[in-house]
């Protein structure tokens, strides 16, 4: 078993839905957790960035950890083509080490 | 803004060529990290460093080596380049233990 896993979609939405996209994961030491969103052959980008349980908002992005289901979860609202992306969910445990990735989700948003 | 440059956006090597991925960070950040990203199987990390001259191994780092002489500038070294190592080269940075990543364009390269 993987330690980060995220369904690799591809998932196909139209412009104006609500979309989310998670991940789950199997150490439960991970306390930081990322979503990044990577356009087609560019590196990605951070988007989110949270700290142990809740949510935190920005504009239409939500994002959610449920450490006790060792859950996350994104939230894009109003979605509109520009948001038509690989999605990645990142974790760290906090120590000097690495974070780990999940697979990515293909987002595409139809106009 | 944090800016991580690779030094190169494409590049298509011969078998066996000792191949030099470079990457710069201009924001005094202490760790910094080569990963590869193949379809499918996500982002692997290679190998990592948190202070200048060290490093660690990630989860595949067998056929690669890395430098780390200036705290700016983390080097990925590909000893005799083999056609599985053609892929996608990330480098990324962050500030220090609980913070976020940021990550160059990264750099595609091609072994034939």
């Known amino acids: 078993q993987k330690e980060v896993e995220q369904d690799p979609g591809p998932l196909s939405v139209p412009e104006g839905a609500i979309v989310s996209l998670n991940c789950t994961y199997s150490?439960?030491?991970?306390?930081?957790f990322m979503w990044y969103r990577q356009y087609s052959r560019k590196g990605p980008e951070l988007l989110m960035y949270?700290?142990?349980?809740g949510n935190k908002e920005d504009g239409r992005f939500t994002a959610q950890v449920d450490k006790s289901s060792k859950y996350i979860s994104l939230f894009i609202r109003d979605s509109q083509p520009s948001d038509s992306a690989t999605y990645l969910c990142?974790?760290?445990?906090?120590?000097?080490?690495?974070?780990?990735f999940g697979a990515g989700t293909r987002l595409t948003v139809k106009p | 803004d944090v800016k991580v440059t690779q030094s190169s956006r494409y590049l298509v090597k011969r078998t066996g060529e000792k191949v030099f991925l470079e990457c710069v960070q201009d924001m005094d950040h202490e760790n910094m990290f080569w990963y590869r990203q193949d379809p499918g199987l996500g982002l692997r990390l290679i190998y990592f460093?948190?202070?200048?001259?060290?490093?660690e191994k990630g989860d595949i780092p067998e056929g690669y080596s890395v430098s780390r002489e200036k705290k700016e500038r983390f080097s990925l070294i590909l000893e005799s380049a083999s056609t599985n190592q053609t892929s996608m080269y990330l480098c990324a940075s962050r500030p220090g233990q609980n913070t976020e990543a940021f990550f160059g364009q990264g750099t595609r390269l091609t072994v034939v």
């Open positions: 460093s948190y202070d200048v001259k060290m490093k």
């Open positions: 949270t700290y142990s349980s």
């Open positions: 150490n439960s030491a991970f306390q930081y």
């Open positions: 990142a974790m760290s445990d906090g120590g000097k080490g690495d974070m780990r």
